[in-house]
């Protein structure tokens, strides 16, 4: 029983992995993360977290992939999805992709995100 529980769950994960190699930005992974993260529930996998670490700025590339204007005007919506942001950066020597440690994307989401909050 415990090595089928086993070989299901290596197999799960196989084609999880599987599935994100074409995705270069894991919106896959964000947008996963986003349904878990927000709600009544708030789930945080501790996996994504470990994830979230290595991603960085593609983080935000992701949250602007995913995320369309009204989202990103909604205050609730800002208010979930900003300490996806967070975790991306939380350990900056573990992200995987030089270029993803400079948060320039990311800055350009938060200067957007605090100027549509001004003028609204």
């Known amino acids: 029983m415990r090595l089928t529980l086993l ?45 979230f670490a290595r991603l960085g700025d593609r983080v935000s590339v992701a949250l602007l992939k995913i995320l369309d204007e009204r989202d990103l005007e909604n205050p609730r919506t800002v208010k979930e999805f900003l300490p996806v942001i967070r975790d991306a950066f939380s350990q900056l020597e573990s992200v995987a992709v030089p270029e993803d440690k400079e948060p320039k994307v990311t800055m350009f989401l938060l200067v957007s995100l605090t100027s549509a909050a001004c003028l609204g």
């Open 7 to 51: 070989v299901c769950a290596v197999l799960m994960l196989a084609g999880f992995l599987a599935g994100q190699s074409d995705d270069c930005y894991s919106i896959g992974v964000v947008t996963d993360a986003l349904k878990t993260r927000t709600g009544t529930q708030k789930i945080v996998h501790s996996w994504t977290q470990k994830y």
